[in-house]
């Protein structure tokens, strides 16, 4: 059986018809870059994640970028996010020559640690860019505290999570000062390129946003700040608009997945981990879980990434493509480990979770059209080589 990480084409089968008539129709009316198309996306995405406001840019990277630069950050400035999470997170901070700080993640939901945040906040502290990692919303409650005692803005990284509730029905991406979106074509609301968004809802903030998005220009022609070329094409909004519909069907779709993974792993007799301290050597694996450990708040998941943690990683995820199955490692290097952050001097044994994630974690097939044999042959294989490896 072939269990492939992820097949777009199964998603687009169910939308091809739509799709191809939006695109259709905005080649027609040449309208290629914001106007009509990206405005009304605008307003459904605006309304899908209870915020006042949402700008369609051009990827989620640039999203990031227009959170620091809104608050002028750069050269002396410190900006705090966590050590494990895809690049782009730490790349704009260090773009606009501010110094960012690594803080440690928590080993069950992989998430910034709060704790470790507010050790890290000096005189130089201007942002916090917590992460909504894998689609599990961060633990903004904590977060938002330690933020509104030193006044920092929080741009949050939702890159991962359009659509995931942290609590009280709150999205992520809704609670910040900025929320951040990526529309990368595998990220679980995904444009047929690159595209973004930025939500906010200060309506100050938004203006200087929407001025940002070209080149800081107001009116035509007149720059009173240096913005850029971060805008979102017509096409893209058009999918958008028709992804968006389906967007909740797809969550439910991932959820099922998921619960289904925990069952055949109980049906397989798999040695399921809620001791969730370093486990290697042993045949334990840990699943994700909806829920936070500490208060038990169940924070609506969405499962953009599947991701386990399991002992002699590397040899069973070669043993599971041996089986036809994909699976990845998001992500193997942490921000501190990383060349380009070397001159930031910062040493190994400040990040003790992320090191054991770097090890242990894999991330397996989730997306929505998944059958039930897929996942139950995937959980078989994945038992054979925890007992073989
Ligand atoms: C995908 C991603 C980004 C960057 O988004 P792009 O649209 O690819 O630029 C940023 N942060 C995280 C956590 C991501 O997963």
């Given at each position: 059986?072939?269990?492939p990480?992820?097949d777009l ?10 799709v191809?008539?939006e ?5 027609r ?10 405005e009304s996306f605008e307003e ?9 406001h949402a700008?369609?840019?051009s ?5 990031l ?6 608050y002028?950050i750069g050269?002396?400035?410190e900006v ?9 997170t ?9 110094t960012?700080?690594f ?5 069950n939901?992989?998430n ?9 906040i000096?005189?130089k502290t201007?942002?916090?860019?917590p992460?909504?990692?894998f689609g ?26 359009f ?10 991406g ?5 929320g951040?979106?990526?529309?990368y074509?595998s990220k679980n609301?995904?444009a047929f390129?690159?595209?973004?968004l ?7 903030l938004a203006?200087k946003?929407?001025?940002?998005r ?6 035509k022609?007149?720059h ?5 070329n971060?805008?979102?094409d017509?096409i893209?909004?058009a999918?958008?608009n028709?992804?968006?519909k389906?967007l ?7 959820r ?6 925990r069952?055949?792993?109980?049906k397989?007799?798999?040695e ?13 694996i840990?699943?994700p879980?909806?829920?936070y450990?500490e208060?038990?708040i169940?924070n609506?998941?969405i ?15 070669d043993y ?7 699976s990845?490692?998001y ?7 990383q060349e380009?952050f070397s001159?930031l ?8 979770n992320?090191?054991?994630?770097v090890?242990?974690?894999?991330s ?6 998944l059958?039930?044999?897929q996942?139950?042959?995937t959980?078989e294989?994945l038992?054979e080589a925890?007992?073989i490896?």
């Amino acid at each position: 059986m072939n269990v492939p990480l992820l097949d777009l084409k199964l998603q687009y089968a169910q939308i091809q018809e739509e799709v191809e008539q939006e695109i259709l129709r905005v080649s027609r009316s040449q309208m290629c870059i914001l106007g009509k198309d990206v405005e009304s996306f605008e307003e459904n995405a605006a309304k899908y994640l209870g915020v006042k406001h949402a700008i369609g840019v051009s990827s989620g990277t640039d999203a990031l970028l227009m959170g620091l630069m809104a608050y002028d950050i750069g050269p002396g400035d410190e900006v705090i996010l966590p050590t494990f999470s895809f690049f782009a997170t730490a790349g704009v901070v260090a773009r606009t020559n501010a110094t960012p700080i690594f803080v440690d993640s928590i080993a069950n939901t992989y998430n910034i640690d709060p704790k470790a945040i507010a050790a890290k906040i000096t005189e130089k502290t201007k942002a916090i860019i917590p992460v909504h990692l894998f689609g599990q919303a961060a633990e903004m409650d904590e977060i938002m505290a330690i933020a509104h005692k030193h006044n920092i803005p929080v741009i949050e990284d939702g890159a991962q999570s359009f659509g995931t509730q942290y609590k009280d029905g709150k999205f992520a991406g809704s609670i910040g000062e900025i929320g951040c979106f990526s529309f990368y074509p595998s990220k679980n609301l995904g444009a047929f390129g690159d595209g973004g968004l930025v939500t906010t809802n200060d309506d100050v903030l938004a203006e200087k946003l929407r001025q940002m998005r070209n080149h800081g220009m107001y009116p035509k022609y007149f720059h009173k700040f240096i913005g850029g070329n971060f805008r979102l094409d017509a096409i893209q909004a058009a999918v958008l608009n028709v992804k968006l519909k389906h967007l909740e069907d797809w969550h439910k779709a991932r959820r099922k997945n998921a619960d289904l993974y925990r069952k055949y792993a109980q049906k397989e007799g798999l040695e399921i981990a809620n001791n969730v301290q370093n486990f290697i050597n042993s045949n334990q694996i840990y699943l994700p879980e909806p829920i936070y450990a500490e208060t038990g708040i169940n924070n609506n998941h969405i499962y953009n990434q599947f991701t386990i943690r399991i002992a002699r990683r590397d040899k069973i995820k070669d043993y599971l493509s041996a089986n036809g199955i994909g699976s990845d490692i998001y992500y193997p290097v942490p921000f501190h480990r990383q060349e380009c952050f070397s001159y930031l001097n910062n040493p190994d044994r400040d990040f003790p979770n992320a090191n054991m994630l770097v090890s242990e974690v894999l991330s397996l097939p989730i997306f929505p059209e998944l059958t039930e044999e897929q996942i139950a042959y995937t959980v078989e294989k994945l038992a054979e080589a925890i007992n073989i490896t």
